[in-house]
């Protein structure tokens, strides 16, 4: 009798997450977004949110936290509890910050479990139409004249782009000023404006404002030119051989989220993903390289991403904002 009713309580717990995930979702869905409105990120939330909402019958919000490079929300969501209502969608700068600042209060490598690597992007320098600079030699030859004049905008201290510009000046032999922003949203918007000479970003956030002629785009970062500005040449073809950096976007939940529930929603987001006004809105208007990838492969990207920017933090000294 004992041994039966030990079975049955094995069974019970064996048969326990999966019913949870067939239950789930039974209310509101958190997608929390560690950046303002605007910029990539936000955009890329609030398109899968509507879609799950529709195809789970249940409402997927978007909450933007934004802070700290994108450590706030990440923080939110590392201590939230494990039951699938909260997950993160990331940006690069989820691989920079361990190395940038001291004494986060969560482990990137172990503090959230990886559902998708959803794409990647070269990154674009732009500049305001009205500016001078029609290519990167351009830049540079602007820099060598006047050095620590030009600026450059990023999306925030120590994020890819400001990275990049670092690895670019160094090998350039050029000094720019670096202006630090919050987010995708404030950056183009004083670069459309003319406030700051050039800015940095994932082609997700340049390309419509270089489509809409607000901006030009003097070089991609990629090591090759983006479907997304065919015209536009790399960093690589413009004096810097082998050069290449591209923005990611990614979702996590909190380390011990059930396995059927994140098994769930990648499926979901897979076959959002494979929508075709979703890819066209992705690859067309946001200039995304679709990856839709496994949650072990995300791990693996995340993990190398981190050695390898990690490494041009420390070895440049860098600090966070």
Known sequence: ???????????????????????????????????PPGGSVDPLARLLAGKLSESLRQQFIV??????????????????????????FVFDTHAVNPALIPNLP????KDFAPVMLVGTAPMAIATQTAKPYKTFGD??????????????????????????MVLVQQAAGIKLVH???????????????????????SVAV???????????????????RSHAMPD?????????????????WGIFGPAGTPKPILDRLHAELVKALNLPDVRKTLTETLG??????????????LLDEMARWGKVVRDHGIRPD
């Open 63 to 88: 909450e933007n936290k934004p802070g700290a490079s994108g450590s706030i929300g990440a923080a939110h969501v590392a201590k939230a509890k494990p039951d699938g209502y909260t997950w993160l």
């Open 106 to 109: 969560f482990d990137t490598a």
């Open 139 to 164: 830049v540079v030859a602007a820099a060598k004249a006047k050095p620590d004049t030009v600026t450059f905008g990023t999306v925030g201290n120590g994020s890819l782009g400001h990275l990049t």
């Open 179 to 201: 202006v630090p922003y919050k987010g995708g949203g404030p950056m183009t918007a004083d670069a459309i404006g003319g406030q700051v000479e050039l800015a940095i970003g």
């Open 288 to 301: 995304m390289d679709l990856v839709v990838s496994s949650p072990e492969a995300l791990q693996r990207f």
């Open 206 to 224: 340049m390309a419509p404002h270089v489509k809409s002629a607000k901006l030009r785009a003097v070089a991609v970062t990629g090591d090759k």
């Open 1 to 35: 009798m004992i041994r039966s009713l030990a079975a049955v309580l094995a069974l019970w717990i064996a048969a326990a997450p999966a019913a949870a995930a067939q239950d789930w979702p039974a209310r509101p869905v958190s997608f929390v977004v560690p950046f």
């Open 232 to 248: 536009v040449p790399s960093l690589a073809e413009q004096g810097f051989p082998g050069f290449s950096a591209h923005a990611w």
